[in-house]
C-alpha cells in the first residue's frame, strides 16, 4: 500500500486549501478512507472519514462544517477541502486506510502534506 499526500501549503487565516491522497496497492473502491493531522508536540488526530461509494461522511468536531473528504474512487484518489482556516488547523496532515478514528489502529501512512495557517 502507498499513499502520497499533497497540496499543503501556508495559507493566511480565512484561506482555503484542498489537499489530496494518490493511493495505490489496494482494492480502492472497497476501502473506507480517512485524514489525520498532527500538530507539532501533538498527537495524531482524527479529522474525518469517507466510507466506500462516498455514501456515509463523518467528520470531528473540531473540522465539521469547514472541512470536506471526498473520494474519487475512479483515479483512487482522497481530498480534504479545508475553508475558513486558521492557526488551529496548521499540522502535518495525513490520509490512511480505514474508517476507524484512533490513529495507534494504523500501520501504514504517507509521508504527509504540511498545512501552516499564519498571517
Known amino acids: 500500500v502507498q499513499l502520497v499526500e499533497s497540496g499543503g501549503s501556508m495559507v493566511q487565516p480565512g484561506g482555503s486549501l484542498r489537499l489530496s491522497c494518490a493511493v495505490s496497492g489496494l482494492p480502492f473502491n472497497n476501502s473506507d478512507m480517512s485524514w489525520f493531522r498532527q500538530a507539532p508536540g501533538k498527537g495524531r488526530e482524527w479529522v474525518a472519514t469517507?466510507?466506500?461509494?462516498?455514501?456515509?461522511?463523518s467528520s470531528s468536531d473540531s473540522v465539521q462544517g469547514r472541512h470536506t473528504i471526498s473520494r474519487d474512487d475512479a483515479k483512487t484518489m482522497l481530498y480534504l477541502q479545508m475553508d475558513n482556516l486558521g492557526p488551529e488547523d496548521s499540522a502535518g496532515y495525513y490520509c490512511?486506510?480505514?474508517?476507524?478514528?484512533?490513529?495507534?489502529?494504523?500501520?501504514?501512512w504517507g509521508q504527509g502534506t504540511q498545512v501552516t495557517v499564519s498571517s
Open positions: 469517507i466510507n466506500t461509494g462516498g455514501t456515509v461522511i
Open positions: 490512511a486506510v480505514g474508517g476507524q478514528t484512533w490513529s495507534l489502529n494504523y500501520k501504514t
